[in-house]
């Protein structure tokens, strides 16, 4: 695999893990001990950190990719593994 490949694969993964870090750590108003501000939705998040966001997923997606890697390279899981219906012909 190019390095490129592996670079845009990485930001995949990066980019997907956004999602899947960002509801940890959340506090509400109500949670946190807050007034809310007026027209303040009640699941609004109480402080926004980007930076400690940022890490987080910087470190979740770089296991997620380290181990997609080291699957690539040693080919722990292949898609006829993954062929529960029998439909895998061959072909790539």
């Known amino acids: 695999m190019r390095w490129t ?22 506090k509400t108003s109500d949670e946190a001990g807050v007034e809310r501000v007026p027209g303040q939705a009640e699941s609004a998040p109480h402080e926004f950190h980007p930076g400690k966001i ?6 979740v997606a770089t296991i997620l990719w380290s181990l997609y890697m080291l699957n ?12 529960v219906f029998g439909t895998w012909n061959g072909v790539e």
């Open 5 to 26: 490949s592996a670079l845009a694969i990485y930001f995949l993964f990066w980019a997907f893990s956004v999602f899947f870090v960002l509801p940890f750590g959340v």
């Open 54 to 59: 940022a890490k987080r997923v910087t470190i």
């Open 72 to 83: 690539f390279h040693f080919g722990w899981l292949t898609p006829q593994m993954l062929d």
